[in-house]
């Protein structure tokens, strides 16, 4: 049996049983690259930095990366080549996935070690993608507790380079979670209270957030464009559909 390149463990994890409480089982990790070396999951994340920076094999510093390109100007870890990928076969739990492409979690994992203050952030990205108000707003309590970590204000105006420089407002409103749309209104935008329908004043005063921010014109989030030069206004618009409501009634436009 092949075992890791970095650890020289055999190929394995061990996990709970579910069945039999208090048992562990093995089951597959085995991550090889095209050049024929086999990686567990967590090793080679652990070589993200270096892999995503030289696209070559940890091991064998074999060329691993198709069609590979120099790195972004701006970003590092960002490679200039839009089709670039790093096709791996990667055995797990689930089975067999043949052409897996690595290298967006390697670029994530890479990106994260040079920018650990990120990790939040991408973390209230999720939330409002998904709708988790309840979770956005235990983060954001969590993170005034905490003097070492992003700014309340940073984080929920973060524009993530990994997702074409999109804010949580974006995602939001390309996930049609108006819940979140107006939490981050609220808390983002100088748009005036009377303005919020009562289902989301109410919600914003159940979660303790009556007192707003100050919120000045360069600090609204609605102003802020993706990679593509959009505002969520510009995304809504686009999408149609149950959010037309919202930008008809003019509270996505900046300044508004």
Known sequence: MAACKVCEEPLILEVED????????QVPDDLQLGCGCH???SCLMDQASDLAMSLKCPACQAQVATNPAGPSVTNPFLHTSSGMTIPTKYTNEGGVQDNFDVLPSVTEEAYLAANPEARPARAFHVMCGEGDVGGIVELLQDLEQDETSMSVGKLIRYQDPLAANKTGLHLAVEKGQEEVI???LWLASPLATELFPEAALAAAQSMGL???????SADDIRAFQDSQGRTAEAVASGLGGVLMKVVE??????GA
């Open 210 to 216: 009556q007192q707003r921010p100050s919120n000045s």
């Open 249 to 254: 009634a003019g509270v996505l436009h900046p």
């Open 39 to 41: 990686f567990h999951w």
């Open 18 to 25: 579910d069945e039999n409480e208090g048992q562990t089982q």
């Open 182 to 184: 107006w939490l981050l």
